[in-house]
């Protein structure tokens, strides 16, 4: 949620703008390959789906189907809407600043068959939300936190007593602003595709303070906080709480550049994951698992 009305306005008119349908090829999360990728890492199985290995990773651990959940910035709601039909929760509360987006979310329930079990509010959920859930879900939401402490600090309050936490998200540079390793990293991976396939894709550029300030201005909610995720974690969760460094820095950086521009079966998606996989083993990420019980 947006530290102050103009900024939450701001960020809701942004994403009523962003609502696409569930199956735009936009970005890594599009991809079978990244995805298998991506779960192979969350929960050890190789298998397509987007946040498909945090559902199984959550069912494991949980053991059971859990009651009431809630996510904040959920989106259309694609996520928890598995999570309900994998019988993984009975109930999502889905909180978004976007009306558009929320009631897309409430259509895609009903055309789903569970309309009667997912509820879509728009506002600030640190204020207006006082109920208690069995489970808490941050899936590439908790980085759009502009106060990432004010929204663990919360969860953690509004988790039952042997209630699960689940944090899927984005740990990388605030604002998107990427190093010049990454750059450099990214726009290799770009020239051996190029090469290999004569294509000429766009390069990544270097960050600035103009980059920044555009980024501030374009979406206020973008990643404002999103390298002090790992600290917040442990001082609201505990130190010894296990991050699960996922990958990422190459999908997050060259998803929407590589994936739209190629079919799924095109050699240069599988440069683009092994290129992640490479960046991986090197210690580069910019997605982590959490999982987290409340004692």
Same mark, same amino acid.
């Given at each position: 949620m947006a530290t102050n009305n103009a900024e939450a306005t701001a960020a809701g008119q942004f994403w009523d703008r962003r609502v696409r349908?569930?199956?735009?090829?936009?970005?890594?999360?599009?991809?079978?390959?990244?995805?298998?990728?991506?779960?192979?890492?969350?929960?050890?199985?190789?298998?397509?789906?987007?946040? *498909?290995?945090?559902?199984?990773?959550?069912? /494991? !651990?949980?053991? #059971?189907?859990?009651?009431?959940?809630?996510? @904040? %910035?959920?989106?259309?709601?694609?996520?928890?809407?598995?999570?309900?039909?994998?019988?993984?929760?009975?109930?999502?509360? *889905?909180?978004?600043?976007?009306?558009?987006? /929320? !009631?897309?979310? #409430?259509?895609?329930?009903?055309?789903?068959? @569970? %309309?009667d079990r997912l509820k879509a509010r728009v506002g600030n959920a640190f204020t207006e939300e006082t109920g208690s859930f069995d489970l808490v879900t941050w899936d590439h939401s908790l980085h759009h936190m502009p106060d990432i402490d004010q929204a663990l600090a919360w969860s953690v309050e509004r988790l039952n007593p042997g209630g699960w936490l689940m944090i899927n998200d984005y740990f990388g540079p605030n604002r998107l602003q990427w190093r010049r390793d990454e750059v450099n990293l990214c726009n290799g991976v770009l020239d051996e595709i190029d090469r290999a396939h004569g294509t000429r894709l766009r390069r990544v550029r270097q960050s600035n303070i103009i980059t920044r300030l555009r980024m501030k201005h374009r979406d206020p909610s973008e990643a404002p906080q999103s390298e002090a995720i790992a600290a917040a974690i442990a001082r609201h969760l505990g130190p010894a709480t296990h991050i699960k460094p996922v990958g990422g820095t190459v999908l997050n950086i060259l998803g929407g550049i590589v994936v739209p521009a190629f079919p799924e079966d095109h050699p240069a998606i599988a440069t683009l994951v092994a290129a992640d996989r490479d960046a991986l083993a090197q210690g580069q990420w910019h997605f982590g698992f959490t999982l987290w019980q409340k004692p």
């Open positions: 349908a569930a199956g735009d090829r936009v970005n890594w999360w599009s991809s079978d390959a990244c995805t298998t990728h991506y779960n192979r890492g969350v929960c050890g199985q190789a298998v397509p789906g987007n946040s *498909l290995g945090c559902r199984i990773a959550l069912a /494991a !651990a949980a053991g #059971r189907t859990l009651g009431r959940g809630i996510s @904040v %910035g959920a989106g259309a709601g694609d996520k928890e809407r598995a999570l309900l039909k994998d019988a993984i929760v009975g109930e999502m509360q *889905l909180w978004e600043l976007s009306e558009a987006r /929320a !009631a897309e979310a #409430r259509r895609r329930a009903e055309a789903d068959g @569970v %309309g």
